[in-house]
């Protein structure tokens, strides 16, 4: 398996609409695949969460990519929290 190489970090989530904020630091684009990755509380159970990039949005519009400074929302299958890491998987 490749070695995971860190895209971003989530810097906000919207739980009405399963979005998260995340702050690209390197390039990405619709249909990558990406794993979530972080800790839960003091049980510092790790959380992995592996999924396609589906959509992203900059200022609501729609984007067909990322770029590294970017800051996009992205629909995520999971509850995700700030502070966890993106990957390109």
């Known amino acids: 398996m490749a070695e995971e190489k860190k895209i971003g970090e989530v810097i906000h989530y919207f739980p009405k609409v399963s979005a998260a904020v995340v702050k690209f630091e390197s390039s990405a684009k619709l249909g990558d695949r990406i794993k979530i990755k972080g800790n839960r509380g003091e ?8 999924q396609e ?4 949005q900059k200022d609501l519009n729609s984007v067909d ?7 996009l929302g992205m ?3 999971k509850e995700v929290r700030e502070g966890d890491e993106v ?3």
């Open 65 to 71: 990519s990322a770029s590294a400074g970017d800051e």
């Open 75 to 77: 629909k995520v299958e």
């Open 43 to 50: 049980s510092h159970e790790e959380f992995d969460l592996v």
């Open 53 to 56: 990039i589906s959509s992203l």
């Open 87 to 89: 990957f390109s998987a």
